[in-house]
Nanobody, 123 residues
């Protein structure tokens, strides 16, 4: 069955870095757009970054552009999110998602979701 398993979250201080990973299985990873979303308590789930199925196109939320980098390794069926210069407002549960398109940004375009990994940025 389809599985998306996130890892790499944790508690860090403002200005620190984290690298999230998402291991995918059960579907043809290279045929799917992939994205990272996040949800903070009391907030709606929002898109953070997305990458095309072959990795040539990426898009970022304004709040993370220049600090976060999304990448994928289709040979390893793995999605990554490098997060630098973390801020307290980045605190959220981070989810990876897969959509059956070349590229997707909107939440309804994604049909597979992971369980999420907690990222907490606090001094």
């Amino acid at each position: 069955q389809v599985q998306l398993v996130e890892s790499g979250g944790g508690l860090v201080q403002p200005g620190d870095s984290l690298r999230l990973s998402c291991a995918a299985s059960g579907f043809t990873f290279r045929s799917y757009a992939m994205g990272w979303f996040r949800q903070a308590p009391g907030n709606e789930r929002e898109g953070v970054a997305a990458i095309a199925n072959e990795g040539g196109v990426a898009r970022y939320a304004d709040s993370v552009r220049g600090r976060f980098t999304i990448s994928r390794d289709n040979a390893k069926n793995t999605l990554y999110l490098q997060m630098n210069s973390l801020k307290p407002e980045d605190t959220a549960i981070y989810y990876c998602a897969a959509g059956p398109k070349r590229f997707a940004w909107l939440l309804p375009d994604y049909n597979y979701w992971g369980q999420g990994t907690q990222v907490t940025v606090s001094s």
